[in-house]
């Protein structure tokens, strides 16, 4: 029997574990053949001289104190909530601990604990290293070298079935959730159409009154997460509290295929207000993000594809200091098929060819997922930008620092703040400005800053003309606000 198959905890990463234990037991467990048994058998009647006694003695005591660890290790499980198979656990760690006679824990390198105590050898550590990894079992810490070797271990295994590491943040990139006391009176229809939490995975619209919320998944989000768990093993990572996350987890997938036990909250991290791939059982060259906050992933930004937030609730348009109607309010929603979830589903898509039939076709090792997310961005290739308007342009503060610099060089365009014949695009917020007048008198292309985002966001280039730059006060324009805030 298999704590593999009996645990709750199912990923390959955690299957691993539990796969270790499983070979410490092929391996070091007493009587593990019925041969050895006879054998031993054989010998005990011939003869049993006093040190063998002296040895059986040490044996015994050993074996009860090995049991009363057992028996608090299961205790520490025990409190985990989740329909843990017990009676499975208990026989597994029984023969595991009875093993532990002959392995001694002198010699036990203890690559990891349960509430103190190494799950190898049943000592108790005073002095724990490592990360803790309690969203697959409580009070489980994995020591670094541990680490390592499940991530080279379920690297490997991915490989074979040709699937990277998808994180995926849960708040306006999958889905966006709002308090009921904070519905507007022109949201109170959503009330009434509120589907069903008995068959979740035919609804989208949800209301969790026993958190006071109400959610609403993102369009296309469904077929998302089925298509996208063929390429990747996938973790959900969310600022959220727990119990946020494991209900959001419920919605997105009640039947556990995509995530399982793989649901990392802010309670899950090392630092606060920050994500990171620390508590993540995979290879950080082969881990993919989505997520729509990039300060969160400040030491992971090369592994991140920056979603445009979804905003159906009229809460979320204030959060962020939009001042115009949300999504809800205008009774609308995103595009199925042109929205956002679509859009970068096509670009994992790429990555993932990109990765497995030309990247590691050429033998390269050096960073692959960043190689290959580079592979996507050159969007702009052979364009130079140009930037004007008084509040809204990179001249007002450092150039290469301003967020649309940073993003129009990422997809491949020369930027500059000065005119020269080599000049393909004017970013602009106004028409008036004496850059926009020489885009216009020099057939250059004069563009609304929200081209180089939709871009961004949808990674693919938007014809020109669907981002006119109107002749209007930088105050007046909603966009140049936004920009300022940035």
């Known amino acids: 029997m298999s704590l593999a ?17 499983d070979a410490e037991l092929d391996s070091n467990s007493l009587g593990s053949s019925p041969e050895k048994e006879a054998e031993d058998k054989d010998e005990d009647e011939e003869s049993i001289d006093e040190e063998a006694e002296n040895e059986e003695a040490r044996d015994d005591k050993d074996l009860e104190r090995i049991k009363r660890r057992k028996t608090q290790i299961v205790e520490t499980i025990q409190e985990r909530p989740g329909p843990t198979s017990l009676g499975n656990l ?8 009875c093993a532990e006679v002959s392995l001694g824990t002198d010699n036990c390198p203890h690559p990891g604990s349960l509430g103190g105590m190494c799950y190898r050898c049943g000592k108790r550590l005073e002095e724990e290293s490592g990360v803790t990894f309690s969203y697959i079992c409580k009070g489980l810490r994995l020591g670094n070298d541990e680490i390592d070797r499940l991530r080279n271990t379920d690297m490997k295994h991915l490989l074979r079935h040709r699937k990277l590491y998808l994180i995926l943040d849960l708040d306006h990139t999958l889905l966006n959730s709002t308090l009921l006391l904070h519905l507007t009176p022109e949201e109170d229809y959503l009330k009434s159409q ?33 298509e996208a768990s063929e390429m990747f093993e996938m973790y959900i990572y969310t600022m959220g509290d727990r119990p946020y996350a494991l209900e959001m987890a419920k919605l997105l997938d009640p039947s556990r295929e995509y995530f399982n036990a793989r649901v990392i909250s802010r309670d899950d991290g090392t630092q606060r207000h920050q994500k990171g791939l620390d508590v993540v059982l995979g290879q950080e060259s082969a881990v993919l ?16 594809i920056l979603m445009e937030r979804y905003h159906f609730f009229a809460s979320s348009c204030r959060q962020f200091g939009y001042h115009c109607q949300s999504l809800s309010q205008l009774r609308s929603d995103e595009s199925e098929l042109e929205g956002a979830l679509a859009s970068v589903l096509k ?8 990765f497995f039939d030309v990247h590691l076709s050429s033998s390269a090792v050096v960073d692959e997922i960043r190689y290959c997310l580079f592979r996507c961005l050159t969007l702009f290739t052979g364009n130079h930008f140009v930037g004007t308007c008084e509040r809204s342009c990179w001249q007002r503060c450092e150039a290469d620092t301003h967020y649309l610099w940073k993003m129009a060089e990422q997809l491949g365009a020369t930027c500059s703040i000065e005119l020269d014949p080599s000049v393909t695009h004017v970013v602009s917020t106004d028409a008036r400005t004496e850059k926009s007048r ?35 006060k930088p105050e007046e324009n909603f966009h140049a606000k936004q920009m300022k805030d940035q």
């Not at 208990?90 to 601990?97: H, I, S, V």
């Not at 250059?444 to 002749?471: C, G, H, M, S, Y």
């Open 90 to 97: 208990e026989e597994k760690t029984d023969m595991l601990y």
């Open 289 to 304: 993000i989505l997520d729509d906050t990039e300060n969160a992933w400040t030491k992971h930004r090369d592994n991140l």
């Open 194 to 226: 509120a589907d069903s939490l008995q068959d979740v995975s035919k609804g989208s619209l949800f209301m969790l009154a026993f958190m006071n919320m109400m959610t609403k998944l993102r369009p296309f989000v469904h077929t998302f997460l089925k």
């Open 438 to 472: 020489w885009a216009a008198k020099e057939a250059k292309f004069l563009v609304d800053p929200r081209w180089i985002e939709t871009a961004n966001f949808l990674w693919q280039r938007q014809p020109e003309e669907n981002f006119p730059v109107q002749q209007t």
């Open 5 to 21: 198959t009996d645990s709750p905890v199912n990923s390959s990463s955690s299957d691993d574990l539990a796969a270790f234990l």
């Open 347 to 354: 670009v994992l898509k790429r990555i993932h060819n990109i």
